[in-house]
Structures are given as structure tokens and as C-alpha cells.
């Protein structure tokens, strides 16, 4: 296994299947770079964009995020935005603000709704931040980072999604990837899990908990463990996607129940994703698109945004 392959999601999506007619199934947008004003260049976002539901998409590719008006089962391209260093988790909070997780320049950068300038940096110190995710019950903010300044990985904790954070690690639990909070502000990430055995030392996909109020990560043990993938609370359950699929657990202790299965036909490696209500939206590394599912039934998807190169991240920031 390539431990930092898994850890940092290279991309390695066949970008040719874009191309490829029935790839994704259902209705096909291609919204891609190509989408935006010819004559603008740089950041830039639709002057109706503030008052719209938004959807945004990092694009490892070409170091941007892509952003589009958001009214199922129509998008339209919304705006661009640029000046990023590999892109990559995306989060919102209450008020609509968008966090991006700039792992290549160490650091996270948060736009307001519609805005095409940072109105905030967030330093992670030597961590390459990778997934973020907003406590509804505090505010605070946590981001999971890759590097050698702790170990393998660390969780890092803004409180109040500003100043310097909190740095939570286990060095049994490296290279922690995905995260998200349930409504309580309990936080479940995956990773990877780190033992010897004997002379020899073993990596397995590892899930776990950070407790509110807790320092100390917990293990999960998960039934018909899903894989590394976004996570999400989708009100009821703990949502794990892996490439064409969402596993729904219910969480109890250290242990997690599967209690439903979303099938995301037409998906091939789908990394994050974001449920809003009776519909999940999916970066699909694999097939160089985006794609909407109906949540939790699945199936084939009702809307599929083509031609983007390297999607990795997606959330949606919704109008006040």
C-alpha cells in the first residue's frame, strides 16, 4: 500500500472518461473552465451570485474552485475563483462563509458567500491541511493535516474557526484524511491505523472519534468498513462515501452499525461530498465531474457537471 498516496489523495483520474458517453448517466452539463466569461481572467463571480444557493468545487487540477448557482436540478457556472496552492476539503459555516483547505500553501483560506477575496487566512503551522469541517454546536472549526511536525498527522482545532489552533495526534493514528462533526460536536475522521506486529509493522484503514471535549481520539470499529472517504452527519446517521457509494452507520460506543447503503451509479472515485437535504452532491476524481444523487435512494445521478479536471473537494454555501 502507498501510505502517502492514500494519506495526500493523489490525483489520478482518467480524465478521458469525461469523454466517454454514458460515463456518468442522467443529464450532462459541461460547465467547465471553458463555462466562465471568455474575457475574464482570475478570480470572478456573477453579480446575482450573493443571492443565489452556491455550490462549490476545488479543482486540484488547475489550483481553482469553480462556482456555480445551485438550484436543483439546474447549475450554472457562477464564478471562478484562483490563487490557490492544490486545493482541497471544503466546509461551510452558519453564515455561508466558505473554508478552503489550501494544502499546498499550508494553510486554509475562507471566502464569504459570493465573495472573490479572502476576508481570512488560518495558519496550520507545518501540517498540509486536507478536510475541514464546522462544530454546529460551537463554531469551532477542525482541519486534518499530513507532515512530520506530529508525528504522521494531526487534527487541528480553531476554536471559533479564527487564530492559532489546537493540535490533537496519535501516533498509532497517522495520516488522518476526511473528517466531519455530528450535531453534538463529537468529530470522526478516517486514517490510518499503525501496529507492529512482531518484526514487522502493518497499515490498516482506521476510523475514530474525538469525543467533545475530549484529547484523546477513539477508535471505531466499523462493520463492512466502507474505505477512505468524506465524511459527513446527515442528521440522523454518520455518512462514509468510497468511490461509488455511501455507507450510513449509526454510532454507539466504539462501535458503528451499517443501517443503509447509497449506491452512486455512474460514480467512479468519489472523494468528497455534501449532503444538503434529499440530495448529495459528489466530486468524482475518477470521471473528471461532478455529479447529483438523490439522497439517500442513490441511483443513477439527476444532474452530472463535466469536464473539470482534478475535482476533489464540494459544499454548498446557501444564500441569507
Known amino acids: 500500500m502507498n501510505v502517502q498516496k492514500l494519506a495526500h489523495y493523489t490525483l489520478t483520474a482518467c480524465v478521458a472518461c469525461a469523454l466517454v458517453a454514458g460515463c456518468s ?50 447549475v450554472k ?112 475522521f478516517d486514517g490510518i491505523y499503525y501496529y507492529y506486529r512482531s518484526s514487522s509493522c502493518c497499515f490498516v484503514e482506521a476510523y475514530a472519534e474525538l469525543p467533545k471535549g475530549a484529547k484523546r481520539f477513539r477508535r471505531i470499529a466499523l462493520a463492512y468498513g466502507p474505505g477512505i472517504g468524506g465524511i459527513q452527519w446527515d442528521g440522523k446517521y454518520l455518512a462514509i462515501g468510497s468511490g461509488d457509494s455511501i455507507s450510513e452507520y449509526e454510532i454507539a460506543g466504539s462501535k458503528g452499525t451499517r443501517v443503509r447503503y447509497t449506491k452512486l451509479r455512474g ?18 476524481d475518477g470521471y473528471a465531474d461532478v455529479g447529483l444523487w438523490r439522497y439517500p435512494r442513490g441511483g ?3 444532474l452530472t457537471i463535466q469536464g473539470l479536471y482534478g475535482p476533489f473537494g464540494a459544499t454548498l454555501s446557501l444564500k441569507r
Not at 29 to 57: C, E, F, H, K
Not at 146 to 155: A, V, Y
Not at 169 to 184: H, I, K, M, T, V
Not at 267 to 284: R, T
Request: proline share 8%; charged share 15%.
Open 267 to 284: 460514480a467512479h472515485a468519489v472523494e468528497e461530498f455534501w449532503i444538503h437535504g434529499s440530495i448529495v452532491v459528489g466530486a468524482d
Open 77 to 188: 457556472m457562477a464564478g471562478r475563483l484562483t490563487g490557490f496552492s492544490k486545493p482541497s476539503g471544503l466546509c461551510v459555516d452558519k453564515s455561508g462563509d466558505v473554508y478552503v483547505a489550501n494544502t499546498g500553501a499550508k494553510n486554509l483560506l475562507v471566502y464569504a458567500h459570493g465573495g472573490t477575496k479572502p476576508i481570512a487566512k488560518l495558519d496550520d503551522g507545518n501540517e498540509a491541511p486536507i478536510s475541514c469541517s464546522i462544530d454546529p454546536s460551537t463554531g469551532n472549526l477542525a482541519v486534518s493535516g499530513t507532515s512530520n511536525s506530529l508525528g504522521e498527522g494531526s487534527i487541528a482545532i480553531f476554536k471559533g474557526a479564527r487564530g492559532a489552533p489546537a493540535f490533537h495526534a496519535d501516533p498509532r493514528l497517522q495520516y488522518p484524511n476526511f473528517l466531519g462533526y455530528d450535531d453534538s460536536g463529537n468529530l470522526f
Open 25 to 74: 448517466g442522467g443529464a450532462s452539463t459541461p460547465l467547465g473552465p471553458s463555462a466562465g466569461p471568455p474575457d475574464r481572467i482570475g478570480s470572478w463571480m456573477s453579480p446575482a451570485a450573493t443571492s443565489q444557493n452556491l455550490l462549490y468545487v476545488s479543482i486540484q487540477g488547475f489550483d481553482e474552485l469553480y462556482v456555480y448557482s445551485y438550484l436543483p436540478p439546474a
Open 300 to 302: 443513477r445521478p439527476t
